[in-house]
Every structure is written in C-alpha cells, then in structure tokens.
C-alpha cells in the first residue's frame, strides 16, 4: 500500500489507572496552577467533591451546573463565577457534558483544563467544542479548549449505571468506526481506532454483566481513550453528521442515538470502505462489521430503534432533508434517498442486511 497522510499529533498529557484520582492536586501543582474551580453535574456532586478534597487548599469552590450541551447561559455563569473566585485553572469531573463546560470556559479565558473523564464519550482528548444558544448547538475547534492534562480513574466509572455506561461505549465505538474511514486517516489513528474498538466491545459486555469488574472498566476507559483521540485527530463523516443532525433537530439523547445509528452509517458505507470494514470486523470479531455492531448493541442491552427514544416517524423526511443540505465527506456519496432508507431501518431497528 503507498502511504500518503498528514498527520497532526496533539499535545497533552494521560494518567491513567485505578486510584489516579489522587494525583490530582500533584497534576493540578505541576501546572503551576494555585485555585482549581471543580465542575460537576448535580448527579455528581459526590465525586466533585472527592475531588475538591484531593486538591485542598488549591481548590477555590466547586460549579455544580453542568448539563446537556453546554447552554450558552451556563458557560456564562461558569465563567462568572472562575472569574469572581480569581481561578487559574479549572477540573471537569464527568462525561462529555461537564468536559464541554470547562471547554466553553478555556474557549475564553485560556484557562487551562484538567478532565477526569467518568463516561466513555471522548471529548477530552479533542479541541472541539460546542455550544448551544436559542435551541442551535453550534461547535468548532480551537487548540485553547484541548484539556492539558486527562486523569482517566476507571473507579470512578463504578458508578455509571450500564443503561448510560453500554451507549457511551458504542458512542466511542463510532469514533473508531468513522476514523477508520475519515478522509484524512492516516495509519497511527487506524492503529488506535482499531484497538479502541477492540477494547471496548471485549470488555462493555463483562462491564453490563458485572458492573464492579475493575479490570474490564479500565478495558472500557482505556478503549474510550483510543476512541477519544481518534475523534479528535481525524475528520469524521456520514454517522456523527445524522447524530448531531438527529441529537440537534429531534433533542434525543447523545450516547443512544450514537448506538441506533452506527450499525446503519456502517452498512451504508460498507461497500464504498472495504480495508475499514476488515478492520472493525477483526477488532469485533465477527465477519460482518455492521452486524457486528449491531449485535454488540443488542448484547448489551441497548436501545437499537430510534422509534424507541423518542423520534417522530413523521420526522423521517424532514431529517434526511437535512442531513443532505450541506455537502460533507462519505466514503459513499451521501443521497437524499439512500438516508431516507437508512433512517428507517434506524426507525425500526432492522438488523443491517
Ligand atoms: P453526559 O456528560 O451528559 O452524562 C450523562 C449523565 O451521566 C449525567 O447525568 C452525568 O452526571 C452522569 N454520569 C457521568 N458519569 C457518571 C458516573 N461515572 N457515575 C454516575 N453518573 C455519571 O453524557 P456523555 O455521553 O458523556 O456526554 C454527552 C455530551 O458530550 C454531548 O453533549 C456531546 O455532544 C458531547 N461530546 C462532545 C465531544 C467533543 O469532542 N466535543 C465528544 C463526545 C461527546
């Protein structure tokens, strides 16, 4: 194969393991930073707090408000208030939704931020953000918002309840699944992409089974982590676009639209990726990488019809409509027609021919 790629590495740094929570106020110091403003969501204030007592005196308070999509007016009020408690650096302890908080905020001040990640979503290791105003998520990337320092702690992936935990694994999935087919992928991604996918659905199975196996938590996380970095290097494609499209227009939920879809987006570009269909089906280890994907879903316990989380039928046109209005990059050239399809059998939750 003649290799032709660019390839921007991203800066950062990873402390992974069980119990690396309390490196936190030792990382927090490495950064030369002296008062850490701690976001969480209201569910998770317990860890927030763990957290805050890691840091001691280097905690200057705690923003308990994190939620779904980074509301313009939260990330103005989680702003306001870095800025009364005179912050120089701030910890998002959760999943994708806290992370984006603290993105919103080093979006304008710099600040530099240290993610503890406690779902498989990924955000943390890409400098994309989003933001959401009047009811329109807007995103973009910006090498200010990359957190500088990521603890990944799978004990505090304990706690993730499998009916949210299962999703934001396949979320991760999808990542994979799409960097291995970006156009610009370049063979390190694919490395990371394939194992990621590997990780992940050798060890989402015992984690549904036996929520306290710490070894395949940190199989999970360490999947999520591949699947994270690849999102944020490469470009991604026909899946993300339908669930940000879906996620935006429709308000589903993140993780579980992620989980209908991608057996579908796979099988859509099956033919048009061929090297990327081997790849996910080895990691899967399965011969059909769509159907793979969909019976991981299935054995896990995850939603597999869009009709069952809350998407209108009647919806159906209106959102192929608008995943075909502005051009983007597919292995497969993208049809009004050929996403209407896709969409039902999403609708229905077919298993993919
Ligand atoms: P989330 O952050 O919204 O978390 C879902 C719920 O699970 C919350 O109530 C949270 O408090 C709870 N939770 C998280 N970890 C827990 C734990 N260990 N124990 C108990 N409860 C826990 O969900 P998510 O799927 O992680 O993130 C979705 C959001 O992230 C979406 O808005 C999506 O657009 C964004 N996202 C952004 C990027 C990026 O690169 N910018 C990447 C992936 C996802």
Not at 84 to 111: N, Q, Y
Not at 179 to 207: C, T
Not at 339 to 344: A, C, E, I, Y
Request: glycine letters at 12%; proline letters at 7%; charged letters at 15%.
């Amino acid at each position: 194969m003649l290799l032709n790629f660019t390839y921007d590495q991203l800066p950062g740094r990873v402390v992974f393991g069980p119990g690396k929570l309390d490196q936190l106020g030792a990382e927090v110091q490495r950064l030369g930073a002296e008062r850490a403003l701690v976001l969480c969501t209201p569910e998770q204030v317990g860890q927030a707090e763990a957290a805050a007592a890691q840091l001691g005196q280097r905690c200057a308070g705690l923003f308990p408000g994190a939620v779904m999509h980074v509301p313009v007016e939260v990330a103005r009020a989680a702003r306001d208030e870095a800025r009364r408690l005179g912050a120089d650096c701030a910890v998002a302890i959760g999943g994708g939704s806290t992370i984006g908080l603290g993105k919103a905020i080093a979006l304008e001040s710099g600040l530099p931020i240290i993610a503890v990640p406690t779902t498989y979503a990924g955000s943390e290791m890409t400098p994309i953000y989003g933001l959401t105003e009047a009811g329109i998520k807007k995103t973009g990337r910006d090498a200010r918002v990359l957190p500088r320092v990521v603890i990944y702690d799978p004990l505090l992936t304990l706690s993730l309840p499998g009916r949210i935990g299962g999703p934001s694994g396949i979320n991760a999935i999808a990542h994979c699944v799409e960097a291995l087919y970006a156009q610009d992928a370049n063979p390190i991604i694919s490395l990371l992409a394939e194992d990621g996918i590997r990780a992940l659905a050798g060890s989402l199975p015992q984690v549904m089974r036996q929520p306290d196996d710490v070894a395949a938590r940190s199989q999970a996380l360490y999947g999520a982590w591949l699947a994270g970095a690849s999102l944020g290097a490469v470009g991604m494609a026909l899946h993300h676009k339908l669930c940000h499209t879906l996620g935006g227009s429709f308000n589903l939920p993140h993780a579980e639209t992620h989980t209908i879809l991608l057996p579908h987006a796979t099988a859509y570009n099956y033919a048009a990726a061929p090297e990327a269909m081997v790849r996910v089906a080895r990691a899967l280890g399965c011969q059909h990488a769509a159907q793979g994907l969909f019976d991981l879903a299935a054995s896990i316990g995850a939603p597999l019809a869009l009709k069952d989380i809350g998407m209108p039928e009647t919806g159906l046109d209106r959102a192929a409509d608008l995943a075909v209005q502005n051009p983007y990059y597919n292995p497969c050239p993208v049809t009004r027609e050929g996403v209407r399809l896709l969409l039902d059998n999403a609708y229905h939750g077919r298993r993919p021919a």
